[in-house]
Structures are given as C-alpha cells and as structure tokens.
C-alpha cells in the first residue's frame, strides 16, 4: 500500500495571506485527490489531480506524480478557508479504496 | 438535489446497543463507502460497495456489518456497540472508482 503525509500539520494564516500544503506518496499515484473539510465537518472535493496544474479561484494544486508529490496553493486567504485540507490516492491494487493523509488544520484568522 | 444523505446526525449508545446508520444517494452512483474520523486518525475506511450486491471490507471493519440493500442505499450496522465504536461517521458514493466522491455531511456517534 502507498503511504500519505501531509504537512504542515497546523497553519495559521492572517486574511490575505498566501500558502501552499504539501503531499508527498511513497509509490506513485494516477489518481490524488484534495478536499477540505469545513469547521462543521462537510467534506468536499477540491480537485482531482493526478498530475500537472488545475486552477479553481485562489485555490490552485500541482501534482508532480514522477517525484511523488503535491502542492495546493491558497492565495489572498478568507476566514471561509479554515477547516482541514486532506490529500487522498488510491490503494495500490484497488482504485475503489482510497487512502488518505491526516491533513493540514488550517485557521485564517481576520 | 439532496446528493448524499446520512441519518442520524446524532446519536448516544449505551455498550451493547445497536444500531444501523442510514446512507441514500441519488446521483446513481455504483460505488458508496462507509468512514470514520477521529482526532489524530484521519478518515479510515470501515466497508465499501464496488457496485449493487457486493461489499467489501476496508481498513478497520471489526465490529460492523453493512447492507447495500438497493444502488441508492448502503447502510452500517453495529450489532454490539462499543465506547472504542465513539466517532464520526461519513458515508460517501462515487461513481465508478476512486474520482468524484461525494460525501455525506455524518453522524457523531457516542458510545457511552
């Protein structure tokens, strides 16, 4: 199986700030995911990104799938930003079971 | 367009109860799985439904049981709860693998 790890853990950002979240995969992936859970704990889905750069808004995520690795960026955050980021991809062997990261808890204070 | 819907949102168990947790989707999805959440743990995947009539066990399945009873629901049973069963549960469907999940806003299960 592939391993997850998120980093940093925790962010604290003033509004306006910028930041970038990183993802690295111990085996190589074809199917990494982002989603961010809100403070009231829905979970959404941010971008499928196995690899290359997708834009959504401030948010933006590059995935480098050769070096195992992915970056989401947040730019000119808001209060509405906070929650936790996770990255997820798919079980080796079983693209119906995903793994996931423990996730950045990002706070972005007023 | 309700997309996944869990019930309950909340629930109190005493050890030894049961109880099943509901999960509708109407988006036709083939795929639906079952997670928990907890402080430190991320989100571990407790069974999921490839398609109608199959189920499979994920990472941490002791203690559960599930149902796909048609393709819009897969429910969650534990027969004999337990305080270590304490979490938050989500329900997600997808529609074929891994690509384009859909989660279920959970429920917050204690177990006392």
């Known amino acids: 199986g592939i391993q997850v790890e998120q980093s940093p853990p925790d962010l604290i950002l003033q509004e306006g700030a910028n930041s970038t979240l990183r993802c690295n995969f111990s085996d190589s992936v074809n199917n990494l995911q982002w989603f961010h859970q809100n403070p009231w704990g829905q979970l959404i889905n941010l971008f499928y990104?196995?690899?290359?750069?997708k834009q959504n808004g401030r948010l933006s995520a590059t995935t480098v799938a050769t070096e195992r690795y992915s970056l989401l960026y947040i730019s000119s955050s808001q209060t509405t930003d906070s929650g936790v980021y996770f990255c997820?991809?798919?079980?080796?062997?079983?693209?119906?079971?995903?793994?996931w990261g423990l996730g950045t808890s990002l706070a972005v204070n007023p | 367009n309700a997309g996944v819907t869990q019930t309950p949102k909340f629930q109190v168990l005493k050890t030894g109860q049961s109880m099943t947790l509901q999960c509708a989707q109407d988006m036709n999805h083939n795929s639906m799985y079952w997670y928990r959440q907890d402080p430190g743990m991320g989100l571990r995947l407790i069974y999921y439904s490839a398609s109608e009539g199959t189920t499979d066990k994920g990472e941490v399945p002791n203690g559960y049981n599930v149902s796909r009873l048609n393709k819009r629901e897969f429910s969650l049973r534990l027969e004999s709860a337990a305080p270590s069963q304490t979490s938050v549960y989500f329900c997600?469907?997808?529609?074929?693998?891994?690509?384009?999940?859909?989660f279920g806003s959970g429920t917050r299960l204690t177990v006392v």
């Open positions: 997820a991809g798919p079980d080796a062997g079983n693209n119906r079971k995903l793994i």
């Open positions: 990104i196995p690899s290359g750069t």
């Open positions: 997600a469907s997808s529609p074929e693998t891994v690509y384009g999940y859909t």
